[in-house]
């Protein structure tokens, strides 16, 4: 199995080794390194909404300590709301990439099998 680090690195030679079994890759190269760049992209969002999440959580512990409870209260569930807004953007940016996988994956098993 290929490796999304070399498929990038040398899209050309790839393409070219599967058109000798008669498949035209260059679609489906170009589909797989978007689809990685998202993956990258929703790792991002996720790590930063982690790093929000433990410097929020940290800044709700003083606000604890201070006897801020109101404001604690408060930046908790501003932290609430951003995290789902997040889930659910991640979310549907992770099931369009899974349609697009499985698009290129039944486009080129149908190529597959009608050598």
């Known amino acids: 199995m290929l490796q999304i680090s070399f498929i990038r690195d040398n899209q050309q030679l790839v393409i070219d080794r599967l058109a000798v079994k008669n498949y035209q890759a260059g679609k489906s190269i170009e ?19 982690l790093a929000r999440s433990n410097q929020i959580a940290k800044e709700v512990g003083q606000l604890f300590k201070q006897g801020k409870k109101q404001e604690a209260e408060k ?5 609430k709301l951003a995290d789902q807004f997040d889930t659910v953007v991640v979310n549907h940016q992770l099931d369009q990439a899974k349609k697009t996988t499985l698009q290129i994956v039944t486009s080129f098993l149908e190529g597959s099998n009608e050598n």
Not at 31 to 49: A, F, P
Not at 75 to 79: D, F, P, Q, V
């Open 75 to 79: 930046a908790k569930e501003e932290l």
């Open 31 to 49: 589909e797989l390194i978007n689809l990685d760049n998202l993956r990258k992209s929703s790792q991002r969002t996720l790590d930063d909404t």
